[in-house]
């Protein structure tokens, strides 16, 4: 597609059910974020891909939280035995290589909204 | 470290008015990149402007325009005759030249009332 593509849109959950959460980075884009969005806040970093490997994966709030990059296109982030507290947005976004190897623009999906009751 | 600030929770102001959303910035580095985004109901973040420390010029596009003060460590932007389509939360980031990971700024809700 010609966007970041994310899905599902809406999740609802009960605690302490995993659930997976995918995104579709732009074609030949190579870095790949997670973002966490909470009601009426900013943006908090969970994970960088760059190609498969990801080499800051400080935003992890905890162990219950992974994610996975194949083939360098499509990622998916996991988390385990989900608490309320893991309630919000959560954002894809990708980009390329900028000149010089400045960061590039990202390009955002519209998010996954889960819900763990 | 490095930290973006943006003091302004929530700015409200009536249609057709000028509007500066601050960005204040703290960092170490002597390459770095700040960004603008916009945020709007629809939830999808959409860039803005990418400025390199080494461009102080400020830039114009449309109603919009950026201020860059390397000296007060500022990156403002100006909304000109704000228009009701205006209404998002922006966010400022900072990123370093190696570092991929972007600062970002807490948000600025911006309302424009018609």
């Known amino acids: 597609g010609a966007g970041v593509s994310q899905s599902p849109s809406n999740k609802v959950t009960e605690k302490g059910k995993d659930v997976e959460l995918r995104c579709d980075p732009i074609s030949g884009h190579t870095a790949l974020y997670w973002y966490r969005q909470s009601l009426g806040q900013g943006l908090e970093f969970l994970i960088y891909f760059q190609g498969n490997s990801a080499p800051d994966k400080s935003g992890l709030p905890s162990d219950r939280f992974s994610a996975e990059r194949t083939g360098g296109s499509v990622s998916t982030l996991t988390i385990q035995r989900t608490q309320q507290e893991d309630s919000a947005v959560y954002l894809c976004a990708s980009s390329a290589l900028g000149l010089a190897g400045a960061p590039g623009e990202l390009f955002f999906g519209e998010g996954s909204r889960l819900t763990v009751l | 470290a490095q930290k973006v600030t943006q003091a302004q929770t929530e700015i409200s102001v009536v249609e057709k008015e000028d509007v500066t959303l601050d960005c204040v910035y703290e960092t170490r580095d002597t390459t770095y990149y700040l960004f603008w985004y916009k945020q709007p109901p629809s939830g999808e973040l959409v860039f803005l402007i990418r400025?390199?420390?080494?461009d102080e010029q400020n830039e114009i596009s449309g109603r919009y325009s950026w201020n860059f003060q390397k000296s007060t460590s500022s990156f403002n932007f100006t909304i000109t005759a704000s228009q009701v389509v205006d209404s998002a939360v922006y966010f400022c980031?900072?990123?370093?030249?190696?570092?991929?990971?972007?600062?970002w700024g807490a948000g600025t809700k911006l309302i424009i009332k018609p």
């Open positions: 400025r390199n420390s080494f």
């Open positions: 980031a900072l990123s370093g030249v190696s570092n991929y990971q972007l600062i």
